[in-house]
């Protein structure tokens, strides 16, 4: 028995681990056409759900297990469909994200006060870890079982798919849900029945893995990362080559820590494989492949005038200056820190709103905005560093976008989350300093007091205004209406001469750039920035912020970050218990705000709409009015007319 | 971390937390864990103990029916505080311990006086520990340990020196801001800070350095947050380790700790511990043959065991910078990668209920484990019958939380609660921050009445030494080869010496 054998044993075990969760993934997007984000999330929930049965209330283990797979899980399943997704129908990648990421964090959120994780909660593995050896590794009867579910399960589903009527009404559904029902089908219970397979799919990875991976709440919800590269090899719909797939990572996985040095830079090999090959696949493949790949609901609200964007931007400012005098000093930071996320956040509106680039890579723009402030600005906060911070960032940004210029929706998510995911565990925790901060002062510019808090929450707040009105300028002018364009129909664009490529590779550097000057100004309200700001995950959290504000306007970018300014100053006072709630609230906001897509934001333009004088005159940008009052952007001349005759 | 993401709702880092997240409470927990490991230097005296309804702590009578313990008070180089005589002190870089216990006489000629957070009838101490974030809950148990601490004496000692003891306290967050903003809230309201445990600590410098005169008593996850000379640790000094336990391993093991692997969490703060680990075992003739940085939200090592046993053919396994449950794993782990029967695992932190709880009944596989800590077992029961100030604490838990299980930095607390009472009860004539904080800078062995490792709260040159050796045998964590809890150094071993890494 060799070295080598050992790492190829192991690395097959942990291979059908990923193909499992890889499984279920294909098979949820194979049946409902969404890419879910919660799978892990799911999966951890019905892990814990057997913990309870079995372990909490003595519960027999199979009835445990059969209770969880076939009553809890698809019950589970059925209701996310009637709740969650069925309003969806149609939506947008980036709205499908935030709701699946609102679901994650609920569900994480609901198992923090249900399962205290400060308590440990031991799920055995069955025939208590006892197995068989191959050479010297043991291989446990438990990792065996699950290596036959693995195999059974495939082989279910793949006769299902190929040969039973429900299973190729499943696929029929996500193709065209309108021509099932004409046929006969009933679309909405096809839909119900994938989404209880999904939740059951993903209960039986949780419920198996647990024991494996240990029973944690945030690594199983999190698990799911490493089945995301298997899951796009198989490209989101074949099973046998998913499997395949997952278990060439792991294999490699394994091969890598055998023989790489075991320090320096190389250890972080091990860790980003899945991710590389994840962004490595996603840019080799086809991009015709995925339905979900468009918006749906690319509608914006009236894009401000020069004048109205400063003479609000200009209240704004004035209205900081007077509260910064009412304002103590954890809340001005507080304040601070809330323009900065602001700036972030319009960042996505420019990409997302209007460019409908789905970015999941945010975060990773503002640590080397704020890499660059530490290192260029120096301890004196010069200006030279905020420059740097930009020019870093949207350098970074210009490399990460050629590649992917041609990505689109889900595709393009999954690479800057890969992206995202290298930059956080090979680089972020590797350059941020000893003890894992690094300071970042705040920046100085001559004649102007920026150091204090309360200079320094205003210097944030005229940032964030300069941003708006700069974003909103962009949009006005003749590169908006390009973008915007470009995000309605690159085919049409690229027909008519415009530059596609060119014009995402611009929008993505500017997009990087804006997340750099976020990052130059974000370290300096508290001094200093750790690798855990510019988590992976967090890029998540950022979206699903602009989500809840409004990502299609200024306006949703300051009430996106102004909720979590006001929660963030009122949580010191709220009980205990309502902090313990912050994960299961803010999921269910984005939840909620699934059913608006233009979140906060969008609501408030609609209500102006409603009751601002209509005028005959359509804005000179092209726009069209919708059945829910908002104004949004179209290409087309034709489209102008049609939008005025619908209404 | 900034507060949008942490205290977005959301966790967002969490989720993160490793990504954030994920990360975030193995990082917590590894920092934490770590920051536990500087042993002290110097010496203490155990405590006295008077048992019946009046009890007396540190010179105070007290009513009730609390059993209390003597403390141990020295000051400066040996005077004597309020009717507690002690002798001896900090000998200095691995001194030898002379510090001989004195019985309190009386209670302790408190001052009088007002200032933040102090009245006549009360006194207002602050604590900030990380309840929310990524890992619900994750420094709880420091806020227990000092509710715990603060109901024992209100109830049995009338407070700190005829002064009601409040405890305010606020929530990190897991948050770089809002644990700065906490301080910052808290300073103008508290007489001091005490027990608090958050992870980013070092966010709160900047107040505390503003603040000067304000004791800061805490355990320190963040270098930084140890810098201020008004910071007060139970496990002070530079970045460095104790010597001595390598050395008693070395000699028991023999040339096994010259086949040795480890693994650490791959965070820089973690790492930073590891090397300074690293460099006190090898100067006591350990050999690291293997050595892996794995990321925080891994779970599963069992390719690292591979490696190690198959490739490297390790003999020891060591482990100090990862959590518990993940420590519970890699024995798990080490089976399943056919790693010899006989491999010696030393694992610190394994002293854990959960890491126990990890093999529910079927305890056999981690017979013979071995490991150190700076502090008592805490949680065992002979270590109460052993340790007056343990069983108190135990008790006092248990009356406050009851049937909840007391972890690592509910000990903490309760032990900086103590470290703030004795300086408060020997700050003089004039009670106000001034005065205690020159009575924390007196303090050269403090042990809280035996809970911990002895160590001068106030140092930034010198760190601690002292440690106690247990073995996890018969389903139990028993002490190994350490004196006894009556002997000059309450029972820890002061062999060795502290050896800084830079």
Redesign the interface.
């Known amino acids: 028995?060799?070295?080598f054998e050992?790492?190829l044993i192991?690395?097959l075990?942990?291979g059908c681990i990923y193909a499992l969760i890889a499984m279920g993934l294909v098979v949820t997007y194979t049946t409902t056409g969404i890419f879910n984000f919660s799978h892990g999330a799911i999966a951890m929930f019905a892990a814990y759900m057997f913990w309870q049965l079995w372990q909490g209330w003595d519960l027999n283990v199979i009835l445990s297990f059969l209770l969880v797979l076939l009553v809890i899980a698809p019950l589970f399943g059925l209701l996310i469909e009637v709740l969650l997704m069925r309003p969806l129908r149609g939506a947008s990648v980036d709205l499908m994200l935030v709701i699946t990421l609102g679901l994650?964090?609920a569900l994480?959120g609901i198992a923090?006060?249900a399962w205290?994780?400060?308590v440990?909660r031991?799920l055995?593995q069955l025939y208590?870890?006892d197995g068989f050896?191959v050479?010297?590794?043991?291989?446990?009867w438990h990792e065996l079982i699950t290596v036959g579910a693995l195999v059974a399960v495939a082989i279910v589903l793949r006769m299902l798919f190929t040969r039973a009527r429900v299973g190729v009404a499943m696929r029929a559904v996500v193709d065209n849900p309108d021509l099932v029902a004409m046929a006969g089908g009933r679309p909405i219970r096809v839909q119900q029945l994938s989404w209880a397979l999904s939740c059951s799919l993903a209960a039986l990875g949780g419920m198996l893995l647990a024991p494996?991976?240990?029973l944690?709440i945030?690594?199983l919800?999190?698990l799911v990362v490493d089945g995301y590269a298997a899951a796009i090899i198989g490209r989101l719909r074949n099973l046998p080559v998913s499997v395949a797939g997952a278990i060439v990572i792991a294999v490699g996985?394994?091969m890598a820590?055998?023989y790489l040095p075991?320090?320096g830079f190389l250890?972080?090999v091990q860790?980003i494989i899945p991710m590389i090959v994840l962004f490595i696949v996603l840019i080799a493949l086809p991009q015709d492949r995925l339905k979900s790949a468009t918006f749906a609901d690319a509608v914006a609200p009236r894009v401000a005038s020069l004048r109205a964007s400063v003479s609000t931007g200009t209240v704004l400012v004035v209205a900081a200056l007077i509260t910064a005098g009412f304002l103590?000093?954890?809340?001005l930071?507080?304040g601070a820190?809330?323009f900065?996320?602001g700036i972030e956040l319009l960042s996505l509106v420019l990409l997302t709103g209007y460019g409908g680039m789905t970015s999941l890579c945010v975060?990773s723009f503002v640590g080397l905005g704020a890499f660059a402030m530490s290192h260029v600005g120096g301890s004196g906060g010069s200006l030279l560093g905020v420059l740097a911070a930009i020019g870093l960032a949207g350098g970074v940004g210009a490399l990460v976008a050629l590649p992917t210029l041609r990505l689109r929706g889900l595709y393009l998510a999954l690479a800057t989350f890969s992206f995202a995911?290298v930059m956080?565990?090979a680089v972020f925790?590797q350059i941020?300093?000893?003890?894992?901060?690094l300071a970042v002062a705040r920046v100085h510019i001559p004649g102007i007091p920026t150091q204090s808090d309360r200079a320094y929450f205003t210097v944030c707040a005229i940032a964030f205004v300069l941003v708006a009105i700069g974003v909103l300028a962009l949009r006005r002018g003749s590169f908006g209406r390009r973008l915007v364009a470009t995000n309605d129909s690159p085919a049409a664009c690229a027909t008519l001469g415009v530059n596609v490529n060119g014009t995402k590779l611009i929008t993505f550097t500017i997009a990087a750039g804006l997340a750099g000057f976020a990052g130059a100004l974000?370290g300096g309200?508290?001094?200093?920035?750790?690798?855990?700001?510019f988590?992976?995950?967090?890029s998540?959290?950022?979206l699903?912020?602009a989500r809840i504000g409004g990502i299609n306007t200024a306006t949703g970018a300051l009430l996106g970050?102004s909720t979590?300014?006001v929660?963030?100053v009122a949580?010191?006072h709220l009980p205990?218990w309502v902090?313990?709630l912050?994960?299961t609230?803010?999921g269910l906001?984005a939840i909620s705000v699934g059913r608006s897509p233009n979140g906060f934001g969008g609501r408030i333009a609609s209500l102006i709409e409603r009751v601002r004088p209509r005028s005959d005159e359509l804005p000179e940008e092209l726009t069209s009015v919708n059945d829910d009052g908002t104004v949004g952007s179209v290409f087309f001349a034709e489209e102008k007319e049609l939008a005025h005759a619908g209404h | 971390m900034r507060t949008p993401r942490a205290a977005a709702l959301l966790m967002i880092a969490g989720l993160v937390a490793t990504a954030c997240g994920a990360r975030l409470p193995d990082d917590v927990q590894a920092k934490a864990q770590s920051a536990v490991l500087n042993p002290v230097s110097g010496t203490t005296g155990g405590g006295t103990t008077t048992t019946g309804d009046g009890t007396t702590t540190g010179g105070t009578t007290t009513t009730g029916d609390g059993t209390t313990t003597g403390g141990t008070t020295t000051t400066g180089d040996g005077t004597t505080t309020g009717g507690t005589t002690t002798t001896g002190g900090t000998k200095g870089h691995g001194g030898k311990p002379s510090t001989t216990q004195t019985q309190a006489a009386g209670a302790p000629a408190c001052g009088k006086g007002t200032d933040v957070g102090l009245t006549a009838s009360d006194i207002t101490i602050g604590t900030i520990s990380d309840v929310t974030g990524p890992v619900s809950g994750l420094f709880q148990g420091a806020q227990q340990g000092m509710l715990a601490f603060a109901n024992y004496v209100n109830a049995t000692q009338g407070g700190i020196c005829g002064h009601h003891l409040n405890v305010a306290f606020r929530d990190g967050g897991t948050n770089c801001t809002q644990t700065q903003n906490a301080a910052s809230d808290l300073v103008n309201k508290v007489f001091a800070f005490v027990g608090s445990f958050a992870l980013y600590d070092n966010c709160a410098v900047s107040v505390v350095r503003a603040h000067p005169t304000v004791p800061d008593i805490h355990v320190a996850l963040d270098p930084a947050a140890s810098a201020p000379s008004n910071h007060y640790d139970l496990t002070p000094g530079p970045l460095g380790y104790a010597t001595g336990m390598f050395a008693y391993l070395a000699k028991k093991l023999g040339s096994k700790v010259q086949h040795v692997g480890t693994i650490a969490e791959a965070l820089p703060s973690a790492l930073a511990k590891q090397r300074a680990i690293t460099h006190a075992a090898e100067s006591q003739g350990w050999k690291f043959v293997y050595s892996q940085n794995e990321q925080p939200t891994n779970s599963n090592f069992q390719g690292d065991f591979v490696k190690a046993c198959q490739q490297a053919h390790i003999q020891v396994f060591f482990t100090v910078t990862e959590n518990a449950q993940n420590a519970a794993t890699m024995i798990q782990n080490e089976r399943q990668a056919g790693c010899p029967k006989d491999l010696i695992n030393v694992i610190p932190i394994a002293y854990d209920q959960a890491f126990t709880q990890a093999f529910g009944n079927n305890t056999s596989a981690i017979e013979g484990l071995l490991g150190y800590n700076e502090y008592a077992l805490f949680f065992n029961p002979d270590e109460a019958a052993r340790i007056p100030e343990v069983k108190v604490f135990q008790e006092w838990f248990q009356r406050t939380y009851p049937n909840q299980p007391a972890n690592l930095y509910a000990m903490y607390a309760w032990a900086d609660g103590r470290m703030f009472q004795q300086a408060v009860e020997n700050a003089g004539g004039t009670l106000n921050r001034k005065t205690v904080s020159a009575a924390l800078k007196k303090i050269r062995n403090f042990t809280a009445n035996g809970m911990v490792a002895p160590a001068m709260p106030s140092s930034k040159t010198v760190g601690p030494h002292c440690y106690i050796l247990w073995e996890f045998s018969h389903g139990a964590f028993h002490r190994l080869a350490t004196p006894p809890t009556s002997g000059p150094t309450g029972g820890f071993r002061c062999d060795g010496r502290f050896l800084r890494s830079n």
């Open positions: 028995m060799t070295a050992g790492f192991t690395g075990v942990t994650l964090l994480v923090n006060s205290s994780p400060t440990t031991v055995p208590n870890g050896r050479g010297k590794v043991l291989v446990s494996i991976q240990q944690n945030l690594n919800t999190l996985q394994q820590q055998g075991n320090s250890t972080r860790n103590s000093g954890p809340n930071k507080i820190n809330g900065v996320t975060l995911t956080d565990l925790t941020l300093g000893t003890g894992g901060n974000a309200v508290p001094g200093s920035v750790s690798a855990n700001d988590a992976a995950l967090g998540l959290v950022v699903l912020l970050a979590l300014t929660f963030s949580q010191p205990g902090g313990q912050q994960y609230l803010t906001a």
